[in-house]
């Protein structure tokens, strides 16, 4: 998946519990420069990746606006994971406008909400042995949530190119340009809460936003929080998703010392990933380097 080649620039924005993260890529293949801005919101717009505060959402755009001069770049905008369902769902042979569909005529099967309160979209995703199968990645959110965001957006003058899961975005993140491989996990650490994701190839196929983070518990309590999250998530998948059997973990997000201490508990390889490495970004200095995954995630989306 080769970087364009040719200069543009893109970015990405996330809200989460620190208040707005808006990263901008712009150069050619292999010279890539990254800006990142923080507008800290408080209370927070955010608490554990769902949206508590929609009345601080304009002035921190607003903010954010002035800081960067205005939206000039093509933006992609987060929106916060838990206010996002998504479910690998199996159907017949089909096409895709067919397959969205039928999606809507069973979405109470699959969503905790009704269709008619709801927007949707789907892309086919692949399996281990899904030759032959048709599977399909749905992400649904409350219409009204969607509303929100792209109406703050447009009063100050932002046109998203998309808006995107968070959770998704982070994914892409985290497998770096080249894509994952094989079969596994991601883990992204988060301050409130983190991302569990079983991924194949370039497909995440499950996700699982988790009500745990680096300062939610001690150290040692967090790891075995963690450990049986990510024991009671393989078992899940081995269940539903047949041949997906996990390889690795990969950990990002934060936590010196966490890949290490997770290795010792779970049955599986760990693997330490560095999104700013990842990507040959120059990452902000000191502890603002953590937290970044969603919004560069978005900021590198039209890269691939």
């Not at 707005?20 to 292999?30: A, K, N, Q």
């Not at 955010?46 to 607003?62: H, I, K, Q, S």
């Not at 390889?269 to 700013?276: E, T, Y």
Request: net charge negative.
């Amino acid at each position: 998946m080769p970087l364009l080649k040719r200069a543009k620039v893109f970015a990405g924005i996330s809200v989460d519990s620190i208040g707005l993260r808006y990263v901008e890529i712009s150069g050619t293949s292999g010279s890539l420069s990254c800006r990142c801005v923080l507008i800290p919101v408080s209370p927070p717009l955010v608490c554990r990746d769902l949206l508590v505060d929609e009345t601080g959402l304009l002035p921190a755009f607003a903010a954010l606006k002035k800081k960067v001069g205005g939206f000039s770049a093509s933006v992609s905008l987060g929106l916060p994971s838990r206010d996002c369902f998504m479910r690998a769902i199996e159907l017949p042979p089909m096409e895709l406008e067919e397959a969205r569909s039928v999606i809507g005529f069973e979405f109470e099967k699959h969503f905790p909400f009704p269709a008619s309160e709801a927007t949707y979209d789907l892309t086919p995703i692949e399996l281990p042995g899904s030759e032959g199968r048709f599977v399909f990645l749905v992400a649904a959110s409350r219409r009204k949530s969607i509303e929100t965001l792209i109406d703050v957006a447009s009063k100050v003058g932002l046109d998203p190119s998309v808006l995107e899961p968070a959770n998704l975005a982070a994914f892409r993140a985290v497998c770096g340009p080249m894509g994952g491989k094989g079969r596994f996990m991601a883990l992204i650490l988060g301050e409130e809460a983190s991302q569990l994701v079983i991924a194949y190839k370039n497909n995440g196929v499950f996700f699982r936003t988790l009500l745990l983070g680096l300062r939610s518990l001690s150290p040692g309590a967090l790891v075995l929080a963690l450990t049986e999250e990510i024991m009671s998530v393989m078992d899940y998948a081995r269940g539903i998703f047949r041949g997906l059997g996990v390889e690795v973990l990969t950990v990002s997000g934060g936590g010196i010392g966490m890949a290490a201490a997770l290795e010792e508990e779970v049955a599986l390889p760990v693997v330490s990933i560095d999104v700013w490495e990842s990507w040959k970004l120059k990452a902000p200095e000191g502890s603002d380097r953590d937290g970044w995954e969603a919004a560069i995630g978005l900021a590198v989306r039209d890269l691939l």
